[in-house]
């Protein structure tokens, strides 16, 4: 079964341009996740969905920042213009909500962005 | 506001011995702890989870113990093998809110 695809696996731009990283979700899950990881601060949520809602935007840390999910099986993040403190692993993650039963978050293999 | 804290930051632990790591929560509303595993150039991946109903929890060689008075608990690995290797999260979550992470133990097993 084909897991969290992400693209590209690595990214690497100069500051001021426009990034946008790719995510397609594991069919039938309904909600996705956006990560950032950095030896700093760890895993940080930036935002999720649900049924290709936006639910919670806090952890997005900038306005450059914006998510979208215009369909159950794309989602895109997108940083404009993008500075090198944005510089981390970028993962997205997708489980299915199922009512009171928790399930488990299942990770893509990341984007690892570099902005020069 | 961290709300899960996670201890120690690294862990070196000889083949065959017990890898213990610690996470200590705050918010009592937590009602889903699961552990995930990442090895380098993968995203994390679900281990075991336990529920606050139980204390401990068991697959193959991997237990959590958990212990909600003390707001803790906690990941054991029992004969630890090198492919043990990888860094460990623990997480914390109400229902299918978002979850919250430790920051990550990085365990290497030595031969």
């Known amino acids: 079964d084909a897991g969290v695809i992400q693209s590209p696996r690595h990214e690497v731009t100069e500051m001021g341009q426009e990034v946008t990283l ?5 069919s039938g899950h309904n909600s996705l996740f956006w990560y950032r990881q950095t030896m700093m601060r760890g895993l940080e949520l930036l935002i999720y969905f649900n049924n290709n809602v936006p639910i919670d935007d806090s952890g997005m840390p900038e306005d450059r920042f914006s ?50 | 506001q961290q709300q899960v804290k996670q201890s120690p930051q ?27 595993q990442q090895f380098p150039g993968k995203g994390p991946a679900l281990l075991i989870a336990i529920r606050p109903d139980v204390s401990e929890k068991k697959e193959g060689r991997f237990t959590i113990s958990f212990n909600k008075s003390a707001k803790q608990f906690s990941l054991h690995i029992m004969d630890s093998q090198p492919g043990d290797s990888a860094t460990y999260f623990c997480a914390a979550s109400k ?11 990085k365990l290497q097993v030595i031969p």
């Open chain 1, 22 to 26: 790719r995510c397609k979700p594991i």
């Open chain 1, 67 to 116: 998510a979208k999910m215009p369909n159950a099986s794309f989602s895109t993040l997108k940083i404009q213009p993008s500075e090198p403190r944005d510089s981390a692993v970028y993962f997205c993650a997708s489980s299915l909500e199922f009512g009171i039963s928790n399930q488990p978050q299942h990770f893509g293999d990341g984007t690892r962005l570099s902005i020069l």
């Open chain 2, 10 to 36: 690294s862990l070196i632990v000889q083949k065959g011995g017990i890898s213990i790591i610690n996470c200590a929560y705050e918010n009592t509303a937590f009602d889903y702890f699961p552990w995930y």
């Open chain 2, 95 to 105: 229902g299918n809110q978002k979850v919250t992470f430790g920051t990550g133990t």
